[in-house]
């Protein structure tokens, strides 16, 4: 990995993240705000409004936004999965941590004692490092697949047998599940998992560009991660 000195700032900056993969992380973002807020009122609809459901809309309105946003989160993730083989290494983390290797065991227990606030020595890594890996491993990879199949299972239901999502998800994931309910559950705990995540993630960045003295926030924007002292970096 080549580093730079940038003489404004006198910090060394790496080229981290490509153009392709920032699209991606933003639009992504946007998608699950969309997705939560309307998912909640799917799941917890509106009081009924008087007159005639077609003067209002609202729940129309609803519907169409996280539908919309269904769509495109699905084609931003599998434009992710072509990007892990297309990007640069940094763009394969998500995907394929490497799990297999002991040294990013360690690090993930590093990671964990940093955050714990059991440790005042932070690594840095010039991707993401090894928890944060298996956190957006987890959620953003196998968390995504799961809302994914499941959505698309509740929005087959609706357009009945025959239509393609009836038929790639609705015919086997609900009985698989139980019932339509079942899914139903299971896809709005999903949700509240990426709440949850999102909460995390965002605390999780504001805290490493603070405390381990390296950009996190401004990254995502730019591409480039910059180091502002001259403390250990480790290319995961």
């Known amino acids: 990995m080549t580093t730079k000195i940038d003489s404004r700032h006198s910090e060394e900056a790496v080229y981290v993240y490509e153009a392709p993969l920032r699209l991606w992380h933003w639009l992504n973002a946007l998608c699950i705000v969309l997705l939560c807020l309307t998912g909640y009122f799917i799941g917890s609809p ?8 077609s003067d209002h809309y609202v729940m129309g309105y609803i519907r169409f936004i996280h539908f919309a946003s269904a769509y495109l989160m699905t ?7 072509y990007w892990a083989f297309a990007g640069n290494e940094h763009a394969r983390q998500l995907v394929f941590p490497p799990f297999l290797q002991r040294e990013f065991w360690r690090g993930v227990v590093h990671e964990m004692k940093w955050y714990a606030f059991m440790t005042k020595e932070p690594c840095k890594y010039v991707g993401h490092n090894p928890l944060a890996m298996v956190a957006m491993h987890i959620m953003l990879f196998w968390g995504s697949i799961f809302m994914i199949f499941t959505g698309f299972a509740l929005y087959g239901e ?9 038929t790639m998800f609705s015919s086997w994931l609900i009985p698989l599940f139980g019932q339509s309910q079942d899914v139903h559950t299971w896809h709005h705990l999903g949700m509240w998992f990426i709440i949850c995540f999102v909460i995390v993630h965002i ?6 560009d603070v405390m381990s003295r390296q950009s996190m926030v401004s990254t995502m924007i730019s591409g480039w991660r910059t180091f502002k002292d001259r403390g250990r970096a480790d290319d995961e």
Request: aromatic content about 14%; proline content about 3%.
């Open 158 to 166: 609706g357009t009945l047998a025959g239509s393609w999502a009836n």
């Open 75 to 81: 084609v931003g993730f599998l434009f992710r999965i």
């Open 46 to 53: 509106l009081p009924t409004m008087s007159g005639e459901a």
């Open 203 to 208: 605390y999780a960045a504001i805290r490493e």
